[in-house]
T-cell receptor
Framework: DAKTTQPNSMESNEEEPVHLPCNHSTISGTDYIHWYRQLPSQGPEYVIHGLTSNVNNRMASLAIAEDRKSSTLILHRATLRDAAVYYCILRQTYNQGGKLIFGQGTELSVKP | EPEVTQTPSHQVTQMGQEVILRCVPISNHLYFYWYRQILGQKVEFLVSFYNNEISEKSEIFDDQFSVERPDGSNFTLKIRSTKLEDSAMYFC????????????FGQGTRLTVV
């Protein structure tokens, strides 16, 4: 399974944008980039995914480098509720079972 | 909004006892998963299940573990003879088809083996 590298922790101020980086230099052509987050005492929650183009949804934006070796999850206005561990995961869409391999993720803290 | 539900939320069991963790996946989903998270550690994949059989399992998922979909709605994880190191949060997840786009996770069952 292709590996991802994320900073252990990041801090943000409430209502400011947050850019969470992820490096995946060994990504293969069939790997989709998924982001999940885990709020305290809860199960992981899907945030966004993409293949090559930048993606936007109601929760966040995903910016993918042209060579696909890195990506950035963007929270446009952080709220206190966004404090969580954010996981960048590579997943082969057509792999039977479609398991998610979680790393340590980035623990995001949001200051009021 | 549809959700994955898990019961119980917390289970305490004695070492060596059998335990069954229950999950009700989202109704039209086809793929089902169990993950676990030991306190302070990362989320680990255990097993995936599709078309009434295991499609993939990790090294953690040894002979002490089994999964079953006994009817059209429930998905269970059984641990035959629990060990202290089985203490963890167990998450059930489901997805509509291979690769997602997203897997939906339950709130988890905290298993404490004493």
């Amino acid at each position: 399974d292709a590996k991802t590298t994320q900073p252990n922790s990041m801090e943000s101020n409430e209502e400011e944008p947050v850019h969470l980086p992820c490096n995946h230099s060994t990504i293969s052509g069939t790997d989709y980039i998924h982001w999940y987050r885990q709020l305290p005492s809860q199960g992981p929650e899907y945030v966004i995914h993409g293949l090559t183009s930048n993606v936007n949804n109601r929760m966040a934006s995903l910016a993918i480098a042209e060579d696909r070796k890195s990506s950035t999850l963007i929270l446009h206005r952080a709220t206190l509720r966004d404090a969580a561990v954010y996981y960048c995961i590579l997943r082969q869409t057509y792999n039977q079972g479609g398991k998610l391999i979680f790393g340590q993720g980035t623990e995001l803290s949001v200051k009021p | 909004e549809p959700e994955v539900t898990q019961t119980p939320s917390h289970q305490v069991t004695q070492m060596g006892q059998e335990v069954i963790l229950r999950c009700v996946p989202i109704s039209n989903h086809l793929y089902f998963y169990w993950y676990r998270q030991i306190l302070g550690q990362k989320v680990e994949f255990l097993v995936s299940f599709y078309n009434n059989e295991i499609s993939e399992k990790s090294e953690i998922f040894d002979d002490q573990f089994s999964v079953e979909r006994p009817d059209g709605s429930n998905f269970t994880l059984k641990i035959r003879s629990t060990k202290l190191e089985d203490s963890a949060m167990y998450f059930c997840a489901s997805s509509a088809r291979t690769g997602g786009p997203e897997a939906f996770f339950g709130q988890g069952t905290r298993l404490t083996v004493v």
